[in-house]
Every structure is written in structure tokens, then in C-alpha cells.
């Protein structure tokens, strides 16, 4: 009975231990926050597009597919055999049904306009005005606007004279030479500003063979 009695208060004292450690871990484990998925670190970071931005809007079409083609811009000088006189030629290729308005194309419709910087090497002569070297297609009343119209398709090219000072060599001498009108076709126009060409020597032509400087 004493060795009952010595055990009792023993065993009781350590069964409080282990509950009390155990009470004691478990207070630990329930304090500690879950883990969150923020935390969670990637080496990238994927981004989703918004139905927005999968889906964007398709803008109608204001030209056709024909218009937006690029219409090809080129320029040359030549001189007359044995002088230093000769004509400055723009030349202008359209593709398909697109045409330009004609250097006098009658308002509101914007007519092309060549521009022809300036230099100390070289001057324009007689009127100092370009000319086609072909007329325009001309319609005198257009059914749909009620105004005239002025047209060029398919290959132009504006013509000025020109004479070239002995400040410089011809095949050293640079033109430049800017662009603006719009390019159409029969269902919507694309305006286009200061597009740019550089004219250089291309030869010596003979007057005689020709009234007008050879195509090339």
C-alpha cells in the first residue's frame, strides 16, 4: 500500500507534463496563419489578357486594299549635249485604278504640289513650273462630287527646266524634291505630305533627235 501510494503521486505528476507540452504545441500550430498563395514566387509571371484585349475591335476599312499600296516616287536631272541647261523630271508610278489630282486640280479637291529645295548649284528657268508630259484624264462635272476633276494614272511625270550653275560638277549635284497631294481610287483617298525624292544627273540627251527629253 505504501509503494501504491508512493506511485500514484508520480505517475499523476508526469501524465500533467505530457498533457501540458502537448496542450502547449498544439496552442503553437493553430496560431500559425495558413500559407497564402501570394507568397508563392514564380521565376516569371504569367498575364492573362482581359476578353478585351483578345478581342479588339476591327476598324472598317476606309480604303480599299488597292489604295494602300505604295505609289513609286523617282527624280533625275538631264542636260542638253555640250551646255549646262536641261530639264529636272519627277516621275510618278501608280498602281491599279489609283490615281492623283493634277498639278492645277480646281479646289476643294487638294491638287499635287512638287516642291524643289533650294541651292546655290542650280536654278529653275522659264516659268519655273513643273509640266506633265501627258494631260490629265479631266471630268468636267464628277456625278457623285458635281466638280471638276483632274486625274493621273498609271505612269506621269512633271517636267521643269533647269540650268546648273559651275559652282559643281553635274554628276556631284543633289536635288531634292518633296511630294504632297493624296493617292485615290474610286472608293477613298490616303493624303500623303513631303514624300521625298533625290534627283541625280542621268545623262546627256540630244535636242535634235527630240522636242522633249527621253523617257527613262
Do not use: W
Not at 529636272?88 to 489630282?101: A, D, N
Not at 559651275?166 to 481610287?185: F, M, P, R, S, Y
Request: net charge positive; with cysteine.
Amino acid at each position: 500500500m505504501q509503494f501504491q501510494s508512493f506511485i500514484s503521486p508520480l505517475a499523476f505528476a508526469l501524465t500533467a507534463v505530457v498533457l501540458l507540452c502537448c496542450q502547449s504545441k498544439t496552442s503553437k500550430t493553430n496560431s500559425v496563419p495558413p500559407p497564402s498563395s501570394a507568397t508563392v514566387t514564380h521565376p516569371y509571371t504569367a498575364v492573362r489578357l482581359t476578353t478585351q484585349e483578345i478581342q479588339k475591335p476591327q476598324h472598317t476599312k476606309k480604303t480599299t486594299d488597292e489604295i494602300q499600296k505604295p505609289f513609286r516616287l523617282s527624280s533625275r536631272f538631264l542636260l542638253k549635249n555640250g551646255t549646262n541647261e536641261g530639264y529636272l523630271i519627277v516621275k510618278v508610278e501608280l498602281p491599279g485604278q489609283s490615281y492623283i489630282y493634277s498639278l492645277t486640280q480646281p479646289e476643294p479637291f487638294p491638287k499635287t504640289k512638287i516642291t524643289v529645295a533650294s541651292s546655290p548649284h542650280f536654278s529653275l528657268t522659264g516659268k519655273q513650273s513643273f509640266t506633265p508630259d501627258r494631260n490629265p484624264k479631266i471630268i468636267e462635272k464628277d456625278p457623285d462630287f458635281g466638280a471638276r476633276l483632274e486625274k493621273h494614272a498609271g505612269i506621269v511625270q512633271f517636267v521643269v527646266p533647269l540650268k546648273i550653275n559651275k559652282t559643281i560638277a553635274a554628276e556631284e549635284l543633289q536635288i531634292l524634291v518633296e511630294l504632297d497631294g493624296q493617292v485615290c481610287d474610286e472608293v477613298s483617298c490616303l493624303p500623303f505630305f513631303r514624300k521625298k525624292t533625290t534627283a541625280k544627273f542621268a545623262g546627256f540627251y540630244d535636242p535634235t533627235r527630240k522636242k522633249t527629253p527621253p523617257k527613262k
